[in-house]
Every structure is written in C-alpha cells, then in structure tokens.
C-alpha cells in the first residue's frame, strides 16, 4: 500500500476511533537505537513510517498477560508477530529496549528479570553500541549496524503465526534450515502451537503444514513456475502472480507473496488451517478469501497410500484404479489410514502398461527431471521397474514415483493427468473393450472413406476437372482465397503448406534457440514457450512453439498461418516462417528488442518503464489502434482477433506496437456482423460483457479489449491485479469514478510527468471508458475510436460505467472455473 493511502487510513482512524487517536500520541517514530535512551515502555508504540504496524505491548483476548508484538494500525487488533510468546508478563511491567551487545531485550522492571532477547549471535561482534531498531511499512522489525548498514537481525526470518506480503519462508535443501510459520496454542495463547508451516524443497517445491509430530496435514501440490498445482483454486486469474517461489545459489529456496495494494495477511490457526483474509474498509473487518485445507480430501493422505479422494463422491475415497483396499472390513467402516493394495503384481518388461487418471492433485514424493515430450515421461518409466507412475507438467517436465503413491486428490476439470502402472493382465479387459469401441468404428470409417474416395475418383474422372483444395475458415464458411496460406494439413505425416512462407527445420531452430535453453526464454503463452533465436545469417527472430500437450494446439497453428500469412501492416507483427515435425508445431516471427507491452508497464524491476513517458504511451495506443483498424475494416479479409491483451503487443527498437498472436482470431463473412460460440476463448480482465457470459463476439468485442488497454496504459497498472482503496471496484470501476468525478488526473500513473498535458490524457481516459461500456451498440468502432484519438472527432459522449467494474463480482462467480492464471488464454469453457 502506498504511503499517501496509508496516511489516508490513518487520518480516517484518528478521527474516528479512540484507538487510533492514542495511537497519534506514541512515540512518533519508526526506529530506536542502542545509544540514546530509547525504551518502549507498556503503553508505548513505535509506528512504521507510512503509518502501517507498530511495535508495542498488547494482551490476546481474554487474558491479562502482556506480549511484545508487532500489529496492524487498524481498528481491531491484528497482531502478526509476537516477541515473547512462551515467556509472557503477568503485569504491565514489562520494557524493551535495545542492550548494549545491540540486541533487543524485553525485561521485567519488576523484577529486573531479562524475559527474552533475540540473541543475535552477530550483534556482540559488529559495534553492538552502534545499532539501530526500526519497524517498516512491511511490518518487519529490523535490527541494523548503524555503521555498515548490515542486518543483524529481522523479525521476518524469526515469523509468528502469520505470513504477510514480502515476508518469505524458506527452505535450504543442503542446511536443512528452514523458515517456518509456527500456530499459537490458541486464540488466547501465542505459545507455539500443535502446527507449523512452510516451504519444502527436498523434492519439488510446495508448501507444508505440519502436525506436531513433524507428519504432513496439508501439502499445495509442487510449484511449476506459474501456481502451486495442486490448490484447484490456484488455476483461477484472480491468483495470477500472488505468490512466487525463487532460489539463491547457497540452495535457499524462498516463497514469497509479493505486495498488493490491499490489506491482506495469511494466517496459520490453531486448529491447522492457513486463512487468508483482506482487511475491508466499509465493513472495517477482516474478509476470508482463502483457506487449506479447504475440505476432507486437502488433508494430507486421507485416503492413504494408493487412495484417491474425491470430495464429490459418497465416500469420498476410492482406491485408483488396479488396487483394492488393504482391509476391506476397515474401509466399510471408514477407516481408509490404510489405503490400497495393488491386485496383480508388476511385470516389469512383459508388458506393462499404464491407466490415465485425469484431473489429479499429483502425489506427494515425486521425482522429476524436465523434458517438453510426455512420451519420454512414458519411455523413462517403462524402462525402469520401479517407477509406478508417472505425470506430466509443461513447466515441471516429467514426475514420476517409485514406492507409493500417497495424497492424490480428484480434481474439477483442472490438474495434472496422473498415469499409473499396471500389469498388462490388470489393462487386459480394457484392451479388449478398446477394440470394440475403437477398432470397429476405424474400420468402418476406413470403408466408408475408401468407398467414398472410388467415388469421388469416378466423378473426376467423368468430368475431367481438377480438384484444388480449399481452406476452411471456422463456423463452415469457405474461404477459397486462403488456400495459398495452408494448402494442407496432414496432421498423420504432420506436414503443413504455409504457402508462400518458408518452412524451417527443426534442427535450425533448435540451434537457433541454444536448444530452447531456459536463458533464451522470453515469454510463455496459453500454448506454449516464446524463445529468442538467432539463424545462421545472424538474423533474431522470435520462435513461438507450441506445447506439445496441448490438445488444440494444431488448431490455433493453423489459424494463426491463415490469418496471419496474409496481412501486413506496420503495427501487426510479421510471421517469417514455420516448422511443422511429428509434433512439433512452430512459428517464427520477428523479433521484438522491447519485448511486450506487459513487460514494460507491469514488470516493476523493468527498466523500460521509466522510458515510457505519455507521448510514447499515447503513440503505442494509436498504434494499436491502426492495427485493429488494419484488421476489422482494412485487410483482405474482417478479423477479429479476439485476444487483445498486453502480452499480446509487441514493441519493436523504435517503441512502435504490433499486434501478435493470432491463434485465437476469427474471419468474418462480408455480411456477418457477429457469431455465437460456445467456445469463449480470450484472457479474463479483457473479455467483453456479452461474450463472456453469452458467446457473443463481434468487432465491438476486441474494441472493449482496446478500451482496457488505453486504461491500463494511462495507469501503468494490470486490470487483473488493480485494488484501490474501496477494495470491490477494479480498475475499470476506478476509472470511471475518478473522470466522472473531475479528478481523472488522479487515475493517472504516478511515475508519469504530465504537466501541460493534463486535458489529452483525460480525454484519452474517456475515449477508453467509451470502448468499455456494457453494451456493445454503446461502444465507437474502432474507426470511430482512432478518430477520436486524432481529434478527428472533437466531440465525445458521456460514458456508462463499465459493468465488469467490480472486483470479485458476480461476473467472477459467473465465470467461475472459465478463467484462467497468468494471462493464460482460455480455450474451453471446460478444463482442458
């Protein structure tokens, strides 16, 4: 939260509440040190700098100890870390202060008894008499050599029961050393309770809570670069870039969730739950958003080992498929602790084979190594007889396990296939079925085809014409001029005409790319990975490859060669090449040295930002612009593109932008106006009201898309992560308050210098909130919209408020699992 909001706060609790107008007569500071008499005596505070926590004494409910213990400066007491907690005072006695070996002491002035001290092993060696205490706006209390400006102590590696944004829990794979969230013994009592919680590395990354007795209670599945995979609700949007877990060369892995501008905390209870809950500012109270375990099956091996769980099902355990249960007399009662036991042993080499569980929270234990082709997943434990199952993640690569198979849960159409290892006798009566129901149906489509294919000889022959193929837009409407783009597709040889574009080889683009090698990475889609290459002429070029998991993954390749092979234009980005063999799907594209537009307004450690000052941005809108006017009204064929994102906007050396990433486009007919799908595709926070929620899509669908883009421009930040201080109005809701209330300006990004520009970048604002209203006969074409934007049309209309204006909304519920994480595009309403 920024420091002018968190005055705001402030000043609204001084005036308000008697607790806050205590609070603006503490000690009015943010540090104390070793060599003045600084002491926080009970009923003292120090208070962070934007006025965010304080350190001061405090009592839990019910109770009449005192701790030392740093909270929230909120109405209702929100403490997230206490000092103490197994030694508290009995009375109010108690005072701290830094000792002259520069740690921090609580004492007892009743007694004059030392109650505890962060025995910084560090301080007694680095001019303890010259240390300074200071609380920050991230809520971490900081012990620091006023000399050398090193830390010697924080209270963010020594944590409570609370996790809150850029705090970090850590994992050292070759110390063992962890950094951990310990529970209180309950509400009343912060001594370390029955739970702890925290990061775990010694195999795939994810986060733990842990009983007492060191077993697993709850586990999120590992961390693949993007969501910790095994949290169902971890595939939703609203999650994207919550959190994020990183590594340091001593093998210290860190989780850490980064700042937001919200109040917002996670919490490890007493009965062994982590609670994330937002502050609300209306209600003036704490709002869970979040918890795990969510139900029976989050518990670490409910099922036990070879069980699955299914909170759908009555009982919700099951044993996967080839086992049965260890006791069935204990099953029947309920009592799965047990788990599974395998019907009919391996046969390592005679023939295994594997059943495909889809949908699953992975098993814990798992061992992996990265490969982009599931097959060698499947090749690698083939050949090894003590793998029992393996699964497949794009970003992990392959994970297999060798000796159980323990904590799988069933997910809602998101998750990872699991497939699992049985004897060749166990799939026997599956292969049989297979034949009946696959078998049969190819060779009758066999006959058919060849019957049709005599026919179809027979006529041509007649009639002595030659047959040309034609390529087919989608909805069944032909488009004959299209076949020199994509004559055919052979998708069994897996050949591809591009037509007039050149096909590479595999070979070059993978020596292009360094073999795909991570450092050449400069960008991931809903499809797959984008690399920079470099071909042997020493031209850069882009390589969009397409994820060989990916189901639609040919479809989107195809549309985006139709498309895009044919239309050029100096704001749509130019399509160089392809590479189509076996399953690879590749293309190649320019490339772009200022990488996307996403990078340069939302990456907070980018450079590029401070470049992108209002004369620049405005020519990125404009250009964007001419692009969507090039392809609605302009090119050879109506397209809409139907992803307008700002991943999706390139920018070349000269900051010029071009619109990328046509997989997901549509050609309309001359006389089409719109289509109904039941197919939404496109990124949550772009999408129009009326294809969201209906199917409906027309030109007006990507001018809503524009219309968010010009938004975010202007305020440099995402739609998908924007909260203001009332938290359930979004960055659309925000945009319209603030022009039509007069203060446009104060929508405007911070870190831009716009004086004497002030009435265009307003009317900027308001040719955007035109492009996002609810309906789409409300909305300017996109001519319209570029000519407003050159004041070609001077005169604008008064906009509506947009409908998708509310955070977590109706809008959200209604998409519900139709969302995607980190700009990933959605393909299906349902999980793919």
Not at 404 to 421: A, C, E, M, P, S
Not at 422 to 449: D, Y
Request: aromatic share 10%; proline share 4%; hydrophobic share 35%.
């Amino acid at each position: 939260m920024s420091r002018k909001i968190s005055q705001l706060f402030l000043h609204q609790f001084c005036l308000s509440t008697i607790f806050l107008t205590a609070l603006c007569f503490s000690l009015q500071t943010d540090t104390i040190n070793s060599s003045s008499s600084g002491i926080i005596r009970d009923g003292d505070t120090i208070v962070s700098r934007s006025n965010k926590f304080k350190l001061g004494f405090f009592s839990p409910p019910n109770t009449t100890h005192r701790y030392l213990g740093i909270s929230y400066t909120l109405p209702e007491q929100t403490v997230i870390w206490v000092a103490n907690r197994d030694t508290p005072l009995q009375d109010s006695s108690g005072a701290a202060a830094l000792s002259l070996d520069g740690n921090l002491v609580i004492t007892d002035t009743a007694t004059n008894q030392t109650v505890w001290s962060t025995n910084a092993a560090a301080a007694a060696a680095s001019s303890p008499t010259n240390t300074t205490l200071q609380i920050t706006d991230t809520g971490n209390l900081i012990i620091t050599n006023s000399s050398s400006g090193i830390k010697i102590w924080e209270s963010f590696l020594h944590p409570s029961d609370v996790f809150v944004p850029t705090m970090s829990t850590s994992d050292n794979i070759y110390t063992g050393k962890k950094v951990m969230l310990s529970a209180w013994e309950n509400d009343t009592d912060p001594r370390r309770g029955s739970f702890t919680a925290g990061l775990d590395a010694s195999h795939l990354p994810q986060n733990y809570i842990w009983r007492r007795d060191g077993q697993p209670h709850w586990r999120s599945g590992p961390w693949n670069g993007l969501v910790f995979i095994g949290i169902q609700s971890s595939y939703f949007s609203f999650l994207d870039g919550f959190v994020d877990v990183t590594n340091d060369s001593a093998g210290t892995f860190y989780y850490t969730m980064p700042e937001w501008k919200i109040v917002n905390r996670v919490t490890l209870n007493s009965s062994g739950s982590l609670v994330e809950t937002m502050w609300d500012l209306k209600s003036k109270r704490w709002i869970p958003l979040w918890a795990a375990p969510e139900n029976e099956c989050d518990v670490y091996a409910t099922c036990g080992p070879f069980g699955s769980c299914n909170v759908e099902d009555s009982p919700v355990c099951s044993c996967v498929e080839g086992f049965e249960p260890a006791s069935v007399e204990e099953w029947a009662r309920g009592n799965w602790s047990r788990g599974c036991r395998r019907r009919r042993k391996l046969e390592c080499g005679g023939g295994d084979g594997f059943s495909r569980m889809q949908f699953v929270k992975v098993p814990d234990l798992a061992q992996h190594f990265y490969s982009e082709r599931i097959d060698e997943c499947r090749r690698y434990c083939l050949g090894n007889c003590s793998c029992i199952a393996y699964a497949h993640d794009s970003n992990i690569g392959c994970m297999f396990w060798r000796d159980t198979l323990v904590d799988v849960q069933k997910f809602k159409g998101v998750g990872v296939d699991l497939y699992i290892r049985l004897s060749v006798s166990e799939l026997g009566n599956h292969r049989e079925k297979w034949l009946f129901i696959v078998i049969l149906p190819v060779v009758g489509f066999v006959v058919v085809a060849v019957s049709m294919f005599i026919a179809w000889y027979m006529l041509v022959k007649r009639k002595g014409d030659k047959i040309q193929d034609r390529s087919v837009a989608e909805a069944g409407h032909t488009i004959s001029s299209l076949s020199p783009a994509i004559s055919s597709i052979d998708a069994s040889v897996g050949k591809v005409d591009m037509g007039e574009l050149p096909l590479f080889t595999f070979e070059i683009i993978a020596n292009a790319t360094k073999h795909f090698h991570v450092t050449n990475l400069i960008g991931r889609g809903g499809f797959g990975h984008v690399y920079k290459g470099t071909l042997p002429n020493g031209q850069e070029i882009a390589v969009k490859r397409l994820s060989v998991d990916s189901g639609q993954g040919m479809q989107e390749f195809t549309s985006e060669v139709i498309v895009i092979s044919k239309l050029q234009h100096r704001n749509l980005v130019r399509l160089l090449g392809g590479c189509v063999e076996k399953q690879e799907k590749i293309l190649v594209y320019e490339y772009m040295p200022n990488k996307s537009l996403d990078v340069c307004l939302f990456d907070p450690i980018s450079p590029t930002k401070n470049v992108l000052d209002w004369r620049r941005r405005f020519s990125i809108i404009e250009g964007i612009g001419r692009g969507l006017l090039y392809l609605h009204k302009d090119s050879r064929f109506r397209i809409i593109h139907r992803d307008l994102k700002p991943s999706n906007v390139l920018l070349d050396q000269e900051w010029n932008p071009k619109i990328s990433d046509f997989g997901m486009a549509r050609i309309f007919g001359g006389n089409q106006d719109h289509h109904d799908t039941a197919r939404v595709v496109g990124t949550y926070g772009y999408m129009a009201p009326e294809y969201a929620l209906e199917g409906r899509f027309s030109e007006k669908s990507d001018v809503y898309s524009f219309g968010v883009l010009m938004l975010e421009i202007i305020k440099g930040e995402k739609n998908t992560h924007y909260y203001n201080e009332d938290w359930s109005v979004g960055l659309l809701g925000s945009a319209w308050k603030m022009w039509s209330e007069d203060n446009g300006l104060g929508f405007v990004d911070e870190s831009m210098e716009i004086s004497g520009l002030e009435k265009e970048i307003v009317r900027c604002m308001q040719i955007g909130l035109l492009c996002v209203q609810e309906y789409p006969q409300e909305r300017p074409s996109v001519d319209t919209a570029v000519s407003m934007l050159s004041r070609e049309i001077a005169e604008l209309s008064t906009p509506n408020r947009p409908i998708f204006s509310q955070k977590h909304s109706a809008f959200t519920t209604q998409l519900g699992c139709f969302t995607t994480t980190n700009d990933l595009t959605v393909t299906e309403l349902d999980g793919r």
